[in-house]
């Protein structure tokens, strides 16, 4: 398995637009981190950005679970990266 960081960014008034969407947006993140594939994942102090970290067989499982959580599909998330990571320490 390989390591994946996810670099992502908030809509503007994010805490308010999410309410809607959050208890499927932390239960799909439960999930993902009992079957393994989720190691961390939350917003900077400012609630601007999102960080997280999945291990993953490809990139492409990743971006799957990205696409699939309410905050992507609702535009909660607006843009994201991801990134292969080599963790030394």
Same mark, same amino acid.
């Given at each position: 398995?390989?390591?994946? +960081?996810?670099? &992502? %960014? ?16 932390? %239960?799909?993140l439960q999930?993902?981190?009992?079957? &393994? ?8 102090? @400012?609630?601007?950005? +999102?960080? &997280?970290?999945?291990?993953?067989? @490809? @990139?492409?499982?990743?971006r799957a679970? +990205?696409? %699939? @959580?309410?905050? *992507?599909?609702? &535009? #909660? *998330?607006?843009?994201y990266e #991801?990134?292969? *990571?080599?963790?030394?320490?």
């Open positions: 398995m390989v390591k994946f +960081v996810l670099v &992502g %960014s908030y809509c503007e008034n994010a805490l308010e637009k999410r309410t809607p969407y959050r208890e499927a947006h932390l %239960s799909g999930a993902q981190k009992e079957e &393994g594939v989720l190691v961390a994942l939350g917003p900077t102090m @400012d609630n601007a950005k +999102v960080f &997280g970290i999945y291990e993953a067989p @490809d @990139d492409a499982t990743v679970l +990205v696409e %699939s @959580d309410p905050y *992507w599909q609702n &535009g #909660i *998330w607006t843009e #991801i990134y292969a *990571w080599n963790q030394v320490f």
